[in-house]
């Protein structure tokens, strides 16, 4: 019954965009959030401030197709229901029979895939998603992490989050629906993120198929290819923290194995790094409870390039309400929380490690190991 009832509405919404009076289209006259909700209304519906959802509006305006019509939607309405599509991951019965809002399916993933675009544009994108690139940067992040956390040399932690997606056609040459499966046997994205102390978001990879492993994704990324060239100018000291998924470097370090002897360096050591790189975790978590489309029981209902756009213009938005501080919303969840982390390779990688120990001595992987022992014995010894 009450699948009928939520076909039923959207049939209703749906015929009413359609509807012709007169010799044309019915104009609707939704509410204005702007005047009637508070601010925390205005903030658990659509995730911004009304400020920042006005500053973001405005630096929107240029990237996107202003109304030629009088039954088009005008930028504020698109702006406004693409953030509303981002807070919830819902279509009809949020954003359908929304007083605010009062738009169809199709002109939600109209202004979902236009907004989302204009977000990706890179003179958007690159101004609020960057990697350092300057040594007074790299110093800034390094000692946040130092003041917060006592661990030296951080500029960053590194980790992977799958986000659910609709599967792809079975016989869709690009993008083959086979590949998007991942370990826990659902279609996704998996989306590479790295973060500072402050939750922010330095690089974001949304590109890959759920089926791909933490540690190709970061082999094929120009964040380690930066990394690698600022340790190859001997500027050793910057390094980012990843789980035992990641190949062990001396510019991206992971914890010893869990055989460490109890109250050594080594052990201190694991329990620093863990309490550190939870800001992945942590990022991670208030990136998508947040922008809930991102939530494993969500789905994005788009083909993986727009799925990929949409996952960017959370990371966007979510680096604005960090630098605003924003607060989170309050909205109560309607599933059990499924946040996308896949640990099941950490093991099978460390296995890969050690064989190739084995076979031939790595120069990186020994440099790395000299590199973690070396800040194990130097900065974490217990009082």
Not at 161 to 176: G, L, M
Not at 227 to 242: I, R
Not at 322 to 344: M, Q
């Amino acid at each position: 019954m009450d699948e009928l009832v939520q076909i039923l509405e959207i049939e209703h919404l749906e015929n009413l965009e359609g509807q012709v009076e007169h010799g044309r289209r019915l104009r609707r006259n939704p509410r204005n959030p702007f005047a009637e909700l508070n601010e925390r209304q205005f903030i658990n519906m659509f995730r911004l401030t009304k400020q920042l959802t006005q500053y973001l509006i405005n630096i929107l305006q240029p990237f996107l197709t202003p109304p030629l019509r009088a039954t088009d939607l005008n930028i504020q309405t698109k702006v406004l229901t693409a953030l509303r599509f981002f807070a919830s991951g819902s279509y009809q019965l949020d954003i359908g029979t929304n007083k605010y809002l009062d738009v169809s399916q199709p002109s939600v993933s109209r202004c979902v895939n236009e907004v989302a675009s204009a977000l990706n544009d890179p003179q958007i994108f690159n101004g609020y998603i960057k990697f350092p690139n300057n040594f007074e940067d790299l110093n800034r992040l390094r000692q946040g992490f130092y003041d917060k956390h006592g661990f030296p040399g951080v500029i960053g932690c590194i980790d992977c989050t799958h986000v659910a997606i609709f599967p792809p056609k079975s016989d869709d040459p690009s993008y083959p629906e086979h590949l998007y499966v991942n370990r826990k046997n659902y279609h996704s994205v998996n989306v590479q993120l790295i973060c500072d102390s402050n939750l922010k978001i330095l690089n974001v990879n949304a590109k890959f198929p759920g089926s791909t492993h933490d540690s190709y994704i970061w082999s094929r990324s120009n964040v380690q290819t930066f990394m690698q060239d600022l340790h190859s100018h001997d500027h050793k000291d910057y390094f980012l923290l990843g789980d035992s998924g990641y190949p062990l470097r001396t510019w991206i370090l992971t914890p010893f194995s869990e055989n460490v002897q109890p109250n050594s360096p080594e052990q201190n050591f694991n329990e620093i790094h863990k309490n550190t790189r939870v800001k992945i975790e942590c990022c991670n978590g208030v990136l998508k409870m947040r922008f809930r489309c991102l939530l494993k029981h969500r789905v994005l209902h788009y083909t993986p390039p727009v799925c990929c756009k949409i996952i960017n213009a959370c990371a966007v938005l979510h680096n604005l309400c960090i630098e605003h501080n924003v607060p989170e919303p309050n909205e109560p969840l309607d599933a059990e929380v499924d946040f996308g982390v896949d640990d099941n390779g950490i093991e099978e990688n460390e296995e890969i490690q050690n064989q190739n120990i084995c076979r031939r001595i790595n120069p990186d992987l020994a440099d790395g190991k000299r590199k973690r022992l070396e800040i194990a014995r130097r900065f974490m010894r217990r009082p």
